[in-house]
């Protein structure tokens, strides 16, 4: 999912303010306890909101479309809220736009959920979250803006600590619904989000493309649960240089990488002339196993992206790192020998070749990876326990 296209979708074309700028905020109430969609939730109408939407606490919701926040709104969303989305694909999703914020606040015990409607949920039911800041992105330059690939909204600037809200104890369920061969939505879409933004304890499950993605920006993420991805479990891209902090991936039957890294966006262009580098602190990726999925790569890097892995667990898959680029635009290879991408501390188990170089570089594993054997990953079955679900 990495091309900068203007859909221009024909639903968003026709979508209505619900209400002025001088109307009180709008507050969803339904306090029947029965989440039931097909009975008694709420219905959240499809439209771009001018005014706050509030949505109650241990209630269900149901949208049927995009449900866009307008620059100067909150998305407020309590613990305990369920939101049921119509499973009719890429139209049905939720963005925050930018200048807009979310405040999402689930609680460990009583999470926000957001999921499918169908009887027998699937992924890619419907599209996802989206969230658009004005950090930077490397695709433009100074205060310009890019295109969402979804719903064809503006992001990216020059704001590095931009807040676009906060969100706790989410999960994000059967999304990644495609718009076409190009463009599909993730479970979590995080475009030119800043670092002033809070996100920790979210989980994708059983997404149809990427569980969590990045387009540039500077936002750090605590505590990411993506289980069953069938493209991408996390993937980055346009200059991401946020920090990502246990990370919990487990592959489903169809699946791509754990982690795809691009330094930028070679469909688009680097016009900011610089790559990704994130740092990544406690990650664990398992995969099927060896002996059932022996093609299988851990971690793919490659259009010059650096970045900064501290320990890591890898297990179950054929290559570990797979390191693409060449000695032009593209310099994987460059980041090793300087010292921008590297991995330290790490166990691999059941992983047949730790390291592939097919960057045009030369540099040896010991360039790259230090500390083998002394990787414990993060601590899943702690932090994951009582709100995720695999």
Same mark, same amino acid.
């Given at each position: 999912?990495?091309?900068?296209?203007?859909?221009?979708?024909?639903?968003?074309?026709?979508?209505?303010?619900?209400?002025?700028?001088?109307?009180?905020?709008?507050?969803?109430?339904?306090?029947?306890?029965?989440?039931?969609?097909?009975?008694?939730?709420?219905?959240?109408?499809?439209?771009?909101?001018?005014?706050?939407?509030?949505?109650?606490?241990?209630?269900?919701?149901?949208?049927?479309?995009?449900?866009?926040?307008?620059?100067?709104?909150?998305?407020?969303?309590?613990?305990?809220?369920?939101?049921?989305?119509?499973?009719?694909?890429?139209?049905?999703?939720?963005?925050?736009?930018?200048?807009?914020?979310?405040?999402?606040?689930?609680?460990?015990?009583?999470?926000?959920?957001?999921?499918?409607?169908?009887?027998?949920?699937?992924?890619?039911?419907?599209?996802?979250?989206?969230?658009?800041?004005?950090?930077?992105?490397?695709?433009?330059?100074?205060?310009?803006?890019?295109?969402?690939?979804?719903?064809?909204?503006?992001?990216?600037?020059?704001?590095?600590?931009?807040?676009?809200?906060?969100?706790?104890?989410?999960?994000?369920?059967?999304?990644?619904?495609?718009?076409?061969?190009?463009?599909?939505?993730?479970?979590?879409?995080?475009?030119?989000?800043?670092?002033?933004?809070?996100?920790?304890?979210?989980?994708?499950?059983?997404?149809?493309?990427?569980?969590?993605?990045?387009?540039?920006?500077?936002?750090?993420? $605590?505590?990411?649960? *993506? =289980?069953?991805?069938?493209? +991408?479990? %996390?993937?980055?891209?346009?200059?991401? @240089? !946020? &920090?990502?902090?246990?990370?919990?991936?487990?592959?489903?039957?169809?699946?791509?990488?754990?982690?795809?890294?691009?330094?930028?966006?070679?469909?688009?262009?680097?016009?900011?002339?610089?790559?990704?580098?994130?740092?990544?602190?406690?990650?664990?990726?398992?995969?099927?196993?060896?002996?059932?999925?022996?093609?299988?790569?851990?971690?793919?890097?490659?259009?010059?992206?650096?970045?900064?892995?501290?320990?890591?667990?890898?297990?179950?898959?054929?290559?570990?790192?797979?390191?693409?680029?060449?000695?032009?635009?593209?310099?994987?290879?460059?980041?090793?020998?300087?010292?921008?991408?590297?991995?330290?501390?790490?166990?691999?188990?059941?992983?047949?070749?730790?390291?592939? $170089?097919?960057?045009? *570089? =030369?540099?040896?594993?010991? +360039?790259? %990876?230090?500390?083998?054997?002394?990787? @414990? !990953? &993060?601590?899943?079955?702690?932090?994951?326990?009582?709100?995720?679900?695999?």
């Amino acid at each position: 999912m990495k091309n900068n296209v203007i859909l221009g979708l024909a639903i968003v074309s026709m979508l209505f303010s619900c209400s002025s700028d001088d109307t009180s905020d709008i507050i969803l109430d339904n306090n029947n306890g029965n989440n039931n969609p097909d009975n008694s939730c709420t219905t959240i109408t499809a439209a771009q909101y001018t005014t706050d939407l509030e949505l109650e606490a241990n209630t269900c919701y149901v949208i049927n479309g995009p449900v866009i926040m307008a620059a100067g709104t909150n998305l407020i969303i309590h613990e305990g809220v369920t939101i049921y989305a119509e499973a009719t694909g890429a139209d049905v999703y939720i963005a925050i736009s930018q200048g807009a914020k979310i405040r999402a606040n689930g609680t460990l015990n009583n999470p926000i959920v957001l999921t499918s409607n169908a009887a027998s949920p699937s992924a890619g039911d419907w599209g996802g979250l989206i969230i658009l800041g004005k950090a930077p992105i490397n695709s433009v330059t100074g205060t310009a803006t890019s295109t969402s690939e979804i719903a064809s909204l503006p992001y990216g600037g020059n704001i590095s600590n931009d807040s676009s809200g906060t969100i706790r104890y989410m999960r994000v369920e059967y999304s990644g619904g495609a718009a076409d061969g190009q463009s599909e939505n993730n479970g979590f879409s995080f475009y030119g989000v800043g670092s002033g933004t809070v996100v920790e304890y979210i989980q994708a499950f059983e997404g149809k493309d990427d569980g969590v993605e990045f387009f540039g920006g500077t936002v750090n993420v $605590n505590y990411v649960s *993506v =289980i069953n991805a069938q493209d +991408d479990s %996390i993937d980055w891209t346009e200059g991401y @240089t !946020g &920090t990502i902090t246990n990370a919990y991936v487990l592959h489903g039957n169809e699946h791509d990488k754990g982690i795809e890294a691009d330094g930028f966006n070679t469909d688009f262009s680097n016009a900011g002339g610089y790559y990704s580098k994130p740092t990544v602190n406690n990650l664990t990726i398992i995969g099927l196993g060896t002996a059932t999925d022996p093609g299988s790569e851990a971690i793919r890097l490659r259009a010059g992206t650096q970045g900064i892995f501290n320990n890591v667990l890898i297990q179950g898959y054929g290559e570990g790192f797979d390191l693409d680029g060449d000695l032009g635009d593209n310099p994987t290879g460059n980041g090793v020998v300087n010292g921008d991408l590297k991995v330290s501390n790490i166990t691999f188990v059941d992983v047949t070749l730790t390291m592939k $170089n097919d960057t045009e *570089v =030369i540099f040896t594993e010991a +360039d790259f %990876i230090s500390g083998v054997g002394n990787g @414990t !990953g &993060t601590d899943y079955t702690t932090w994951g326990a009582g709100w995720t679900i695999e």
